[in-house]
């Protein structure tokens, strides 16, 4: 039987070269955290009681951060470095037999094929440890690795610590690596914090085993792009960057018209259907849905809701934990601010805000009207200018209007309200009290004709221009 993986992702440390308050594994690129790219990863790979996060900085956020359930967390108080987090971790770790798998929490854009390929050669080949490394243009900031004429790695040597000849070699540590967990364990407390930074280098374990007379090899890969590390806000953007291209490109390759790609932000998360176009600029965020036939107009924002087949959303439109069924429709710049439910075929034009409402099927706001905490039954009419009045400086109150009412421009609806089916209200009113169904409200002040008004004053005003002109 296939020997068991052990996977630890180191997350304890501040990121100091972040300049934040935040831990850095809680930033986000592709719209997750740092971490949860890595957890997510982690779990194609192993099962939950057999993967790890070391946190520390911030460790209770780290936790609550990460969704998953079932994976341990092992607690760094101090960050001595990235050996040390896993001779922290010793009580919990050395006891699971197999293999060790050591993960960067700050290293997102890792693939699984690649990880696959890492444990496919540690485990079936001789080694004590195989790491991850790559050729890069630049490699500042990377630990160089040392190999030796057989192509074994005898050391990795960091940025801080190494000569210049050390300096100007190319291949580049990933910060990846699968070692025999009975060895590492072995041998963990050989590493040492003597180097400039006085910390305990997990990058001194293949020394430390080569030493031992075990073999430790390089897996290298083409694209170091892969592995990208974040330790700044500008790589943090980059990889941000490489995120939202992936999704793109996926998301064309099942169907998705994207108009101008690179304009458009798309999260990870996010799950599109065949024949949707989205338009310049949009942006689709967190657990998103979208049907098929969907359009996404320009410069709109939807987040975390769910959209069924053949919905439109116009242009700047701002749509949030709300859900539209089929055929729905909203702006161009409309506000769904949260909790709404547009059902089949309703309609939300442009300047409408909706707030927890429910727009039943067919049910149309087209212009300029504010809905918050309000039910409106199928096929109402919401004319340009209706304002629910939802809040009265203490409490929400809610709005209910029965099916195919009809409500006049400029209405103003005070909640808590009652509006049968089939009511009328008539443009611009105050509605303050439930209307039965089938009648006609009327609440504002009746209007009165003055006839000849104004060609009276017209005639006053010329008899007084002549008076002043014979002066
Ligand atoms: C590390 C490697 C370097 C490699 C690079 C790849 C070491 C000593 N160096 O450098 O060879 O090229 O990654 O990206 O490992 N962490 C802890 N506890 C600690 C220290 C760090 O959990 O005490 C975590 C950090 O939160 C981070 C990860 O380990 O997620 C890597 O630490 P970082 O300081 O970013 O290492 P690099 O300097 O990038
Ligand atoms: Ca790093």
């Given amino acids: 039987m296939e020997k068991p993986v052990t996977i630890v992702i180191l997350a304890a440390g501040l990121g100091t070269r972040m300049k934040s308050r935040q831990a850095k594994v809680l930033h986000r690129a592709g719209g997750k955290t740092l971490l949860q790219h890595v957890v997510d990863t982690a779990l194609e790979l192993a099962p939950p ?31 001595k470095g990235t050996g040390h987090a896993l001779i922290v971790g010793r009580d919990s770790l050395a006891r699971l037999d197999g293999y060790l798998m050591v993960l960067y929490g700050d290293s997102p854009l890792l693939r ?19 790491l991850v490394s790559a050729p890069m243009d630049d490699p500042t900031g990377y630990g160089r690795v040392i190999r030796d004429a057989r192509g074994l790695v005898l050391d990795i040597v960091e940025q801080k610590a190494g000569t210049p000849e050390q300096l100007a070699i190319r291949e580049a540590n990933m910060g990846i690596y699968c070692f025999r967990a009975d060895l590492f364990w072995k041998h963990v407390d050989e590493i040492q914090p003597n180097n400039p930074a006085r910390e305990y280098y997990l990058t001194d374990m293949p020394a430390i085993l080569t030493r031992a007379g075990h073999a430790v090899e390089a897996m290298q890969i083409d694209d170091p792009g892969e592995a990208l590390g974040i330790n700044d806000r500008a790589q943090l953007a980059r990889v941000d960057a490489i995120f939202r291209e992936r999704k793109r490109s996926a998301l064309m390759a099942a169907g998705v018209t994207l108009v101008k790609p690179e304009t458009i932000t798309i999260d990870c998360a996010v799950e599109i259907g065949m024949d949707t176009i989205v338009e310049p600029f949009a942006q689709i965020l967190g657990a998103t849905t979208v049907g098929e036939n969907c359009r996404i107009g320009a410069c709109s924002i939807v987040q975390d809701s769910e959209l069924g087949d053949a919905v439109e959303i116009g242009a700047f439109t701002l749509v949030n934990a709300s859900v539209l069924e089929r055929g729905a429709s909203a ?6 601010r949260v909790g709404n439910h547009v059902e089949a075929g309703a309609h939300i034009g442009n300047f409408v805000e909706l707030k927890k409402t429910r727009m039943r099927a067919g049910a149309k706001a087209g212009h300029l009207a504010y809905l918050g905490d309000s039910d409106i039954g199928a096929k109402v009419n919401i004319g340009a200018g209706t304002i629910t009045c939802n809040y009265d400086g203490y409490k929400k109150h809610p709005t209910r209007i029965g099916e195919g009412a009809f409500i006049g421009s400029n209405s103003t609806l005070v909640a808590p309200l009652e509006i049968g089916a089939g009511a009328y209200v008539a443009a611009g009113s105050v509605i303050t009290q439930e209307v039965p169904p089938d009648a006609l409200a009327i609440g504002r002040g009746r209007q009165e004709n003055k006839p000849q008004w104004a060609a009276k004053r017209r005639k006053l005003a010329r008899t007084a221009a002549a008076i002043k002109g014979g002066d």
């Fill in 331 to 336: 702006g161009p710049y409309a506000r769904l």
């Fill in 112 to 130: 699984t094929a690649t990880l696959r390929r890492l444990i496919a050669q540690e485990t079936e080949g001789s080694a004590a440890g195989v």
């Fill in 49 to 79: 009681e057999r993967i790890f996060a070391v946190v520390g900085h911030q460790a209770e956020q780290v936790r609550q951060s990460v969704t998953a359930a079932g994976i341990g967390f092992i607690q760094q108080t101090e960050q």
